[in-house]
T-cell receptor, first 116, second 113 residues
Framework: GESVGLHLPTLSVQEGDNSIINCAYS??????FIWYKQESGKGPQFIID?????DKRQGQRVTVLLNKTVKHLSLQIAATQPGDSAVYFC???????????????FGKGITLSVRP | DTEVTQTPKHLVMGMTNKKSLKCEQH?????MYWYKQKAKKPPELMFV???????INESVPSRFSPECPNSSLLNLHLHALQPEDSALYLC????????????FGSGTRLTVV
């Protein structure tokens, strides 16, 4: 797999390899994080989320890691498939107190391109 | 029903026109949102409705006017838009008002001419 920060717009991986997409978030008050996948012509699709009381969460073929010390979030995709090709966004929700409205803020996004 | 439905999918309007974007969800979600997304950029929050009341307006120009007629519907009324307002307008909903994942619609691709 290849690790790329969000300052690089495109990550190209070979089909079957693992992908790692990184995100640096800015708000230390954020306590809820989500990864979204957006395919061309569609809205963002929820992939996986994690709350700040966790370091790692696993889904089907995806894992999210959270490092609060350095404000870093990553998405790992196992055995990347052509259908994984899309733009990936991390999103954070600052904790504004009990009952406060969420205000999900998106990172810049990275394009994942899967080579057959 | 686990979807957020947006209509129309595409809209072309002149700068003097008045049009409306519609959004509907039947998941019982109590918070609904409008986002604007320019090409190759992340979605940017415009408005948040919580229990049918406007709770957040991210300093959006008054030529965009949101409306929430009931808990399932969200509209965005457009008037006197500028060409730079051309974008993908996304509606989303969430189960609660904080710390829940959002479900997004597919968006309305708006072109202002």
């Amino acid at each position: 797999g290849e690790s790329v920060g969000l300052h690089l717009p495109t990550l190209s991986v070979q089909e079957g390899d693992n992908s790692i997409i990184n995100c640096a978030y800015s708000n230390s008050a954020s306590d809820y994080f989500i990864w979204y996948k957006q395919e061309s012509g569609k809205g963002p699709q929820f992939i996986i989320d994690i709350r700040s009381n966790m370091d790692k969460r696993q889904g089907q073929r995806v894992t999210v890691l959270l490092n609060k010390t350095v404000k870093h979030l990553s998405l790992q995709i196992a055995a990347t498939q052509p259908g994984d090709s899309a733009v990936y966004f991390c999103a954070e929700n600052p904790n504004q107190g009990p009952g406060a409205n969420s205000k999900l803020t998106f990172g810049k996004g990275i394009t994942l391109s899967v080579r057959p | 029903d686990t979807e957020v439905t947006q209509t129309p999918k595409h809209l072309v309007m002149g700068m003097t026109n008045k049009k409306s974007l519609k959004c509907e969800q039947h998941m019982g979600h109590r918070a609904m949102y409008w986002y604007k997304q320019k090409a190759k950029k992340p979605p940017e929050l415009m408005f948040v409705y919580s229990y049918e009341k406007l709770s957040i307006n991210e300093s959006v120009p008054s030529r965009f006017s949101p409306e929430c007629p009931n808990s399932s519907l969200l509209n965005l009324h457009l008037h006197a838009l500028q060409p730079e307002d051309s974008a993908l307008y996304l509606c989303a909903s969430s189960q609660g008002v904080s710390n829940y994942g959002y479900t997004f619609g597919s968006g309305t691709r708006l072109t202002v001419v």
